[in-house]
C-alpha cells in the first residue's frame, strides 16, 4: 500500500512538507504574538505575484517571489514606522494590488502555464530537485536566525516599545521579524499554495497556544504539529488524490479545534505564556 515511498518525488515532496511545516509552525508563533496575521497572507500574494512576473519574463520564479514577498513587508513596515498607515491597512492595500499584478502577469502570458497555478494552490507532489534545494537553503537561513535572535523576538512580539526601552533594537528587530515571514511565505508556496500559506504559518501556533503557558514548550509544539500535519496531509494527498495543499490545511484545521475543545485553558483566564 505504501510502496510509493519509493519513488524519488515522494521523497522529495515528504522532506519538503516537513521543512515547510517545521519553519512555518515557527515563524508562526512570533506571528501569533505578535499579531500579525495578515501579513502572512498579503506577502504569500505579493509573493505570487512574483512568481507570475517570472514565468513571463523567464526568470527564476522563486527568486523573484523572494525579491517582491520582501518588497511588500519593507514597505508596510517603513509606513507604519512613519505613522502614515496602519500595518493592517497597508497590508490590504498592498495584498489587493499584488493579486491584481499576479493575474495581470498571467494575463500577459501567451499560452497556459500549469506550473503557476501549482504557486498558488499548491503543488508538493511536484516539487524538484532544484527547489528543493532551494526550499533547504531558505529554511537552514531562517531556523539560523530565528536561533540566533529569539530572546529578541519573543521580546518584541510581547512589548516593541518596553523592548526598545530596555535596549533591544526593536526596530531592526521587527523588521527581521518581517522578513522572516516574507522568506518562509516563498519557501511554503510550492508545498501549500499562495491562498493557504497564511494559514500553515498561523493554525499550527494557534493550536499549540492551546496547550501551554510556556514559549519554549509553545514553540516545540506548534513545530511537532506543523511539521506532521504537513507529512500526513502529503500522505493524504498521495493515498486519496487530493490536493495536498487544501489536505495539510484541513488537517491541520481539525486538529486546532480538538485542542481548542480539550484546552486546559478553556476553564480559566489564559495567562500570558513565560519562557520556562
Given at each position: 500500500m505504501l510502496d510509493f515511498l519509493a519513488y524519488d518525488f515522494m521523497q522529495r515532496s515528504l522532506l519538503a512538507a516537513a521543512m515547510v511545516g517545521g519553519l512555518c509552525s515557527v515563524i508562526g508563533v512570533f506571528v501569533v504574538l505578535r499579531g500579525l496575521a495578515f501579513v502572512g497572507a498579503g506577502t504569500s500574494h505579493a509573493a505570487f505575484a512574483g512568481v507570475a512576473l517570472g514565468y513571463l519574463l523567464g526568470w527564476p520564479p522563486l527568486m523573484v517571489a523572494v525579491v517582491f514577498g520582501l518588497t511588500t513587508v519593507w514597505i508596510t513596515g517603513w509606513m507604519e514606522e512613519q505613522g502614515r498607515m496602519k500595518?493592517?491597512?497597508?497590508?490590504?492595500?498592498?495584498?489587493?494590488?499584488?493579486?491584481?499584478?499576479?493575474?495581470?502577469?498571467?494575463?500577459?502570458?501567451?499560452?497556459?502555464?500549469?506550473?503557476?497555478?501549482?504557486?498558488?494552490?499548491?503543488?508538493?507532489?511536484?516539487?524538484?530537485?532544484?527547489?528543493?534545494?532551494?526550499?533547504?537553503?531558505?529554511?537552514?537561513?531562517?531556523?539560523?536566525?530565528?536561533?540566533?535572535?529569539?530572546?529578541?523576538?519573543?521580546?518584541?512580539?510581547?512589548?516593541?516599545?518596553?523592548?526598545?526601552?530596555?535596549?533591544?533594537?526593536?526596530?531592526?528587530?521587527?523588521?527581521?521579524?518581517?522578513?522572516?515571514?516574507?522568506?518562509?511565505?516563498?519557501?511554503?508556496?510550492?508545498?501549500?499554495?499562495?491562498?493557504?500559506?497564511?494559514?500553515?504559518?498561523?493554525?499550527?501556533?494557534?493550536?499549540?497556544?492551546?496547550?501551554?503557558h510556556s514559549l519554549r514548550t509553545l514553540t516545540l509544539y506548534s513545530a511537532i504539529i506543523g511539521i506532521s500535519t504537513s507529512v500526513a496531509g502529503v500522505l493524504i494527498s498521495a493515498l486519496w488524490d487530493v490536493p495536498s495543499g487544501p489536505a495539510i490545511v484541513l488537517l491541520s484545521t481539525c486538529i486546532f479545534f480538538i485542542s481548542v475543545f480539550f484546552s486546559p485553558k478553556r476553564a480559566k483566564r489564559t495567562p500570558v505564556p513565560h519562557a520556562h
Open positions: 500595518l493592517d491597512v497597508s497590508i490590504g492595500i498592498l495584498y489587493t494590488a499584488t493579486m491584481a499584478l499576479g493575474i495581470l502577469f498571467i494575463g500577459l502570458m501567451k499560452s497556459y502555464n500549469a506550473e503557476v497555478y501549482g504557486y498558488l494552490f499548491g503543488s508538493v507532489l511536484s516539487v524538484t530537485p532544484d527547489e528543493l534545494h532551494i526550499i533547504g537553503a531558505l529554511s537552514i537561513l531562517v531556523l539560523g536566525l530565528i536561533v540566533i535572535f529569539s530572546k529578541e523576538l519573543y521580546f518584541i512580539a510581547f512589548d516593541q516599545e518596553m523592548a526598545e526601552a530596555s535596549g533591544v533594537p526593536a526596530r531592526q528587530i521587527f523588521f527581521l521579524l518581517l522578513t522572516l515571514v516574507a522568506l518562509t511565505v516563498v519557501v511554503s508556496l510550492k508545498t501549500v499554495g499562495a491562498i493557504l500559506v497564511f494559514a500553515m504559518i498561523l493554525i499550527p501556533a494557534s493550536t499549540a497556544y492551546q496547550l501551554t
